[in-house]
């Protein structure tokens, strides 16, 4: 039988989530294969799965509060808080101009202990993004996971701000 990471690569293979060809990225970077986790994160099997592995590392921490940044990300932190029963927090790209203008939605309280989630990460550069908008508003932040890491500096961004990094898979394991 797979343990939940081996099935999970198994799912994302089976949905074609790893795509190979000529993609231009986000960045403007060429790049020989994309993660396409919008059609991972739309599916309910590969959701559950994220978040039963996230769940598993996460079941020992003090964890106040899950947060994921728009728009990738909040499936996986919705399915995380879920069977976590931990409250969600959503980190907006900006501050709407309109409404409340918050940057953040949910309650986030000082020094709440936040883990963060995304679905793949290059650099990290947005998730870092969402990282400094928790801490800027009181949350603490000690632990990141991404579903597919590309490899391309993102750890090491981590590091720098002292934040762990913790890829359920990395696309290593898919080339």
Same mark, same amino acid.
């Given at each position: 039988? @797979?343990?939940k #990471?081996? %099935?999970?690569m198994?799912?994302?293979?089976?949905?074609e989530?790893?795509k190979? $060809?000529?993609?231009? *990225?986000?960045?403007?970077? =060429?790049s020989? %294969?994309y993660?396409?986790?919008? #059609?991972? !994160?739309?599916?309910p =099997?590969?959701l559950?799965t994220i978040?039963d592995?996230? +769940? @598993?590392?996460?079941?020992?921490?003090a964890?106040d509060k899950?947060?994921?940044?728009?728009?990738? /990300?909040?499936?996986?932190?919705? /399915?995380?808080?879920?069977? &976590?029963?931990?409250?969600?927090?959503?980190?907006?790209k900006?501050?709407? $101009?309109?409404g409340? &203008?918050?940057?953040i939605e $949910?309650?986030?309280?000082?020094n709440?202990?936040?883990?963060?989630?995304?679905d793949v990460?290059?650099?990290?550069? &947005?998730?870092?993004?969402?990282?400094?908008?928790? =801490?800027d508003? #009181?949350?603490?932040?000690?632990? /990141?996971?991404?579903?597919?890491?590309?490899?391309?500096?993102? #750890?090491?961004?981590? +590091?720098?701000?002292?934040?762990?990094?913790?890829? *359920?898979?990395? !696309?290593?394991?898919?080339?």
């Amino acid at each position: 039988m @797979l343990n939940k #990471k081996q %099935y999970l690569m198994k799912l994302l293979k089976e949905n074609e989530v790893i795509k190979f $060809g000529k993609f231009t *990225l986000s960045s403007g970077k =060429e790049s020989d %294969y994309y993660v396409d986790m919008k #059609k991972a !994160i739309t599916n309910p =099997e590969i959701l559950q799965t994220i978040a039963d592995l996230i +769940n @598993l590392q996460i079941n020992e921490d003090a964890v106040d509060k899950v947060a994921g940044p728009a728009l990738g /990300a909040v499936p996986i932190a919705t /399915a995380v808080s879920l069977t &976590s029963n931990k409250p969600l927090l959503m980190i907006r790209k900006e501050k709407k $101009g309109y409404g409340t &203008s918050k940057l953040i939605e $949910g309650e986030l309280f000082e020094n709440d202990n936040v883990i963060v989630v995304e679905d793949v990460t290059t650099t990290g550069n &947005s998730l870092i993004k969402a990282i400094n908008a928790i =801490e800027d508003n #009181k949350g603490i932040v000690k632990r /990141a996971f991404v579903v597919v890491d590309r490899c391309e500096g993102a #750890k090491e961004n981590f +590091n720098k701000i002292g934040v762990k990094l913790e890829p *359920l898979l990395s !696309i290593n394991e898919f080339l």
